[in-house]
């Protein structure tokens, strides 16, 4: 078989090859955008991260395609429906930072509360060694908002609880059980909005969730409340996050996660490979508002990024291929 690894840096290719002693596997660089490698069209397999995009036109260009290995728990990025179209499974990575993305939630969230990036870069850079006009606020009691209580939530809320912080949360399917024994309870999203001090997002980006935060609630949104994202951008309509900080109707985000991340990474790519679509233009650019905001704290879709979750990527990776191989295929998704 032949399999096509994308995004993979060099010193973990090596665990690839020797994990396919049978399979020829040839590695790329850089993302799966609209055109695909000669070398990589008869692949049976590629396998792919977040910044590559799976759309019906890239799939065509496959002779002989068969299965897609995203090396991610979300798969926002996959046209699902032209895959299975095409005859082609999926199969992703469900739990392989679910305690390392809610640990970074805490690290963001203590980052906003106790004002540590300004008190380092004042330090740092500044030279000035002094507590001044750094104050911030106790976890303590504080109400948190998660939305989205699956496998992350969870974790979020378990953590939340040795702050002794007071839970809410919202999910299309509530798990009545687990609140229940975390003693923490569900409401609508809108009352979510409107009572929480801290709101943290946990849900994938679908159809659904798609700016599930935007322009027409964000009104709802508790004065002098904080948002954090580890999801997906597109989760929060940016426009609107922008407008509610210019409004000081929040008083403060920290995201991991930024519609067109992608782009904002490599700008230049939308004005050479692409025809940048507008809304793409306005995102990157409202990115580059978000990231030099003051009260904005931005990192580079990093809450994965421990040793132990990657390890775990890079070998929950090679058991999907691995069973998908044998005929017994495990982790696929099905619908969108
Ligand atoms: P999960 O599938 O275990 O949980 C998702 C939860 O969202 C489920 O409980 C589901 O019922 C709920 N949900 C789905 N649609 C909803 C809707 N419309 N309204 C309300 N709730 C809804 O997923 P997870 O492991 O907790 O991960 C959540 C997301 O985190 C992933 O989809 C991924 O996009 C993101 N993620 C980000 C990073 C990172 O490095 N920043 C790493 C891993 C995962």
């Known amino acids: 078989m032949k399999l096509a690894f994308f995004e993979v840096d060099s010193l973990d290719q090596k665990i690839y090859i020797n994990a396919f002693p049978q399979d020829e596997v040839i590695f790329f660089d850089g993302e799966l955008i609209n055109n695909v490698p000669l070398a990589a069209r008869d692949a049976d397999v590629i396998s792919i991260f977040v910044c590559s995009r799976i759309t019906a036109e890239v799939l065509k260009q496959f002779s002989r395609l068969k299965f897609i290995a995203q090396r991610a728990t979300g798969y926002d990025n996959i ?23 809610a640990e970074y939630v805490f690290a963001l969230l203590l980052c906003l509360s106790r004002k540590i990036y300004d008190a380092y870069y004042r330090l740092r850079h500044e030279h000035y060694f002094s507590h001044k006009n750094l104050q911030g606020f106790d976890l303590y009691k504080k109400k948190l908002g998660v939305v989205g209580t699956g496998n992350i939530g969870k974790k979020v809320i378990g953590i939340a609880q040795g702050f002794e912080m007071e839970v809410i949360a919202y999910d299309i399917f509530p798990d009545h059980k687990y609140a229940h024994l975390m003693k923490f309870s569900y409401c609508s999203f809108e009352d979510l909005l409107s009572q929480s001090d801290i709101i943290t997002f946990h849900v994938p980006l679908n159809k659904v969730t798609h700016y599930m935060l935007n322009k027409k609630n964000i009104s709802l949104v508790k004065k002098g409340a904080y948002i954090i994202n580890t999801a997906r951008g597109g989760v929060i309509e940016t426009d609107a996050l922008v407008e509610a900080l210019d409004k000081n109707i929040i008083a403060g985000a920290a995201l991991d996660v930024l519609e067109e991340e992608c782009f904002t990474r490599d700008p230049l790519s939308l004005l050479i490979d692409n025809s940048p679509e507008k809304n793409e233009l306005k995102a990157v650019l409202e990115n580059h508002y978000l990231i030099n905001h003051p009260k904005v704290i931005v990192t580079p879709h990093n809450a994965f990024n421990s040793y132990e979750a990657m390890r775990r990527l890079i070998f929950n990776t090679i058991e999907n291929i691995i069973a998908w191989q044998k005929g017994k295929p495990i982790n696929l998704v099905l619908k969108r």
């Open 79 to 101: 046209d699902i429906d032209a895959a299975i179209k095409y005859g082609i499974q999926v199969a992703s990575v469900p739990d392989y930072a679910v305690q390392t993305v």
